[in-house]
């Protein structure tokens, strides 16, 4: 079983859908990534949680450390948000510097 | 500035060619890393230096090396590579690489190669 374990690994929606994809976790965590890829490869980082709620634009996050899951919420969905979403958790057991990916979730948005 | 750049975008090698990889930042990170990503997978860690010093290498073969020339600087040299190197290779940079703090990890685009 991985350390992170996103869903679902695909999801296609319609312009305008409310969206949430998963992320859980089985390890003590510092802190929690989500990351955007998009097809052509750069990574931006999204979100970095260790608690709670963030929102940026239509871009929510938020994090239940007791329950070790994390949700991203797209609302208003668009079809530029198409990309690769992924959950990154930087464990307390390892290293500060090593990040444990999840395998990420391939969102498809139609007009 | 929040920018990561690597160069070149896109590389094509044969199996005897030596080749770099180049990555920038000039966010005064003193954290920066190499991944490398095989397609619909999510990247792996190569190495990490951290303030010019390699502090981790993850088994990495010896047809990579990687090199800090500065605090701004980060190449992975590439030499009698195999097809299976073929991936993404994406650099990254963060403050630092301490546990306790909460650091965002900045990436670059990434280099795609090819290895014939």
């Known amino acids: 079983k991985n350390e992170v374990e996103q869903s679902p690994q695909n999801l296609t929606a319609q312009e305008g859908e409310f969206i949430t994809i998963n992320c859980s976790y089985s390890v003590g965590i510092s802190a929690l990534h989500w990351l955007q890829q998009h097809p052509g490869g750069g990574i931006v980082s999204l979100f970095m949680l260790s608690s709670g709620k963030k929102k940026h634009g239509r871009l929510i996050a938020t994090i239940n450390i007791q329950e070790k899951h994390s949700s991203l919420h797209i609302t208003a969905s668009h079809p530029r948000d198409s990309a690769v979403y992924i959950c990154?958790?930087?464990?307390?057991?390892?290293?500060?510097?090593?990040?444990?990916f999840g395998e990420g979730t391939q969102l498809t948005v139609n007009p | 500035d929040t920018e990561v750049t690597q160069t070149p975008k896109h590389l094509v090698m044969g199996m005897t060619n030596k080749k770099s990889l180049k990555c920038e930042q000039h966010m005064g990170h003193r954290a920066m890393y190499w991944y490398k990503q095989k397609a619909k997978k999510p990247p792996e860690l190569m190495f990490v230096y951290s303030y010019e010093k390699l502090s981790i290498n993850e088994s990495v073969p010896s047809r990579f090396s990687p090199e800090c020339p500065n605090s701004s600087l980060l190449n992975l040299h590439l030499h009698a590579l195999q097809p299976e190197d073929s991936a993404l290779y994406l650099c990254?940079?963060?403050?630092?690489?301490?546990?306790?703090?909460?650091?965002?990890?900045?990436f670059g685009p990434g280099t795609r190669l090819l290895v014939l």
């Open positions: 990154a958790v930087r464990s307390r057991e390892t290293s500060g510097s090593r990040l444990t």
């Open positions: 990254a940079s963060s403050q630092g690489v301490t546990g306790q703090r909460q650091e965002t990890q900045y």
